[in-house]
């Protein structure tokens, strides 16, 4: 059983940052890409950003320059540093994970979410 478990959010004032994290446990073999998606009420889940195994990066226009998504493979720990955050920001970020587990089974993860609150 694989587990994510996503920490760092929280309350900042617009202009603020802050950095998520993504941590993966349980029986692991390799994680292949990580990503980050943001869900406001009523809407769709969207991709924000993702990150390969080798480290390739694709960003959501409104993440680009202002977001930078990085990882650990040997902690098996994703992250994503927030720059310069609006109140338009405030959601619950979710982080997500395409892994091998120990068995060899292909598997899409989900973490619980965190929210991010951005006072104006």
């Known amino acids: 059983q694989v587990q994510l478990v996503e920490s760092g959010g929280g309350l900042v004032q617009a202009g603020g940052s802050l950095r998520l994290t993504c941590a993966a446990s349980g029986s692991i073999f390799s994680i292949n890409a990580m990503a980050w998606y943001r869900q406001a009420p009523g809407k769709q889940r969207e991709l924000v950003a993702r990150i390969t195994r080798g480290g390739s990066t694709n960003y959501a226009d409104s993440a680009k320059g202002r977001f930078s998504i990085s990882r650990d493979n040997a902690k098996n720990t994703g992250y994503l540093q927030m720059n310069s955050l609006k109140p338009e920001y405030t959601v619950v970020y979710y982080c997500?994970?395409?892994?091998?587990?120990?068995?060899?089974?292909?598997?899409?993860?989900w973490g619980q979410g965190t929210q991010v609150t951005v006072s104006s």
């Open positions: 997500s994970a395409d892994l091998w587990t120990a068995g060899r089974v292909r598997d899409d993860c």
